[in-house]
């Protein structure tokens, strides 16, 4: 897709958000609970960032418990031990049935049990994904970003939260010091289905928008949640933040669900947002700091000047 005569690439990956994290700690937990971990086994030299204690204490206990915890997905042990996974951007998770072999090049770790054999798995050259082994629940407390869970929230504990500094929506919700779960995906998703721009201020926001973005973002969530482990009844096997039934994500030239307006999106660094102009931002279109620098007067203010 071109803009303005440049062409923007799509990321081949983006970070699973809480739907898909949720989802896979469902699989994971029904499949895990209860087996005992026989065996770990490292693959990348990389993918162990902390392992106090060692991580072959972890072998021979049961697992008790799957969690999530912000975007990182935790296996609880017996003992108080705890293994905590961050799937980064390109990281996923396979499982395999007892016999299995890892596939070769991107397989960062395996988990062995009787029934079966949990990969953790990266594409491309960047090792990013994390495996930590963690002994005392301070140390477990210690990945919490202190990001609400919003789908615990009432909308007033979520209104605090949202004010309690002054950033742009976008910026705001996809904090995890503030929010938990919530990337470059959802957040689209969120503020489309809450008709609000990404760039507002967050305490530039009424009461009466902030109770409809509350309302929108408990709602995307549990929808695309439901909607994922729908197509997921044995396991996720296909993650993504790229979905054709998105109303605005990865969408950029379609047409918006809503209005048939062609989505709109900003570039910075390498994160992006996805807009309808005309359901968003009252038919304005926000500056994309390259292209509006290089386009100058040229630049369209509008959907209908576009």
Known sequence: MRAGGRR????????????????????????LVGQVLRRVRLLSPFVLRTAVPPIAETEGRKVIGVERLGKRIVLALEGERWLVIHLMIAGRLRWLAPGGKPPGRISLAAFEFDSGTLVLTEAGSKRRAALHCVGTREALAAFDAGGIDVMAADSATFAERLRLENHTLKRALTDPRLFSGIG????????????????????ALPDADIARLHAATRE???????????????????VTAFHPQMAVHGRFGQPCPVCGAPVQRIVHADNESNYCARCQTGGKLLADRALSRLLKASWPKSIDDL
């Open 8 to 31: 923007l690439r799509r990321p081949p990956h983006a970070m699973p958000e809480l739907p898909d994290v949720a989802v896979y700690v469902e699989r994971a937990g029904e499949r």
């Open 184 to 203: 470059n995906a959802y957040s689209d998703e969120i503020l489309h289905r809450a008709r609000l721009s990404p760039v507002t201020l967050t305490r």
């Open 220 to 238: 995307v969530l549990a929808e695309w949640t439901a909607r994922l482990r729908a197509e997921s009844p044995a396991w996720p096997e296909k």
